[in-house]
């Protein structure tokens, strides 16, 4: 994807409500101490944007949803995606600009067909992934300053 097209991507944003049950605290960790494979651990962060997904060698079939996120160490984005099947289950919980903590995720690495980040992995929903919006005691991050294009893949 070349940045011309993500930043058009981006413009064609979606803001939805958050998740019905905001989180009131939540402890954290970067994108450091991520690890491949499927995760019982939690990540709070920050959601940045998301996008739908499609698959323009099949006449732009709807194949799922990017999100990118981003951690409070403000040089670290990671994009997310969740397939068709699960798309409809998640966007309650995908409010752009908000702190959210997700449980249950797989953790992968990032193919160069679909990087987008500098990131060598991405985060997959599954089936048993959580999305909650963290209300108070959320990590500091800043997310308006961010989302400049040293951090997208060129």
Known sequence: MSLSSFHHC??????????????????????????????SQ????????????????KDREFVGITVLFLD??????????????RANHYMSSLKAYSIVKIDRFEVARCS???KITDHPFLIRFISLTIIDEVITNAPEINLQ??????TISK
Not at 50 to 57: A, C, G, R, Y
Not at 72 to 85: A, C, D, L, Q, R
């Open 112 to 114: 160069s067909m679909y």
């Open 145 to 150: 300053s961010r989302l400049d294009c040293s």
């Open 42 to 57: 939690s990540i709070a962060f920050g959601f940045l944007h998301f996008w739908d997904s499609l698959n323009f060698k």
């Open 10 to 39: 981006l413009k064609q944003k979606i803001f939805l409500s958050a998740s019905p049950v905001p989180q009131t605290g939540v402890r954290h960790s970067t994108f450091e101490s991520l690890r491949l494979g499927r995760s």
């Open 72 to 85: 409070e160490n403000v040089n670290s984005v990671i994009h997310g995606f969740t397939p068709v099947g």
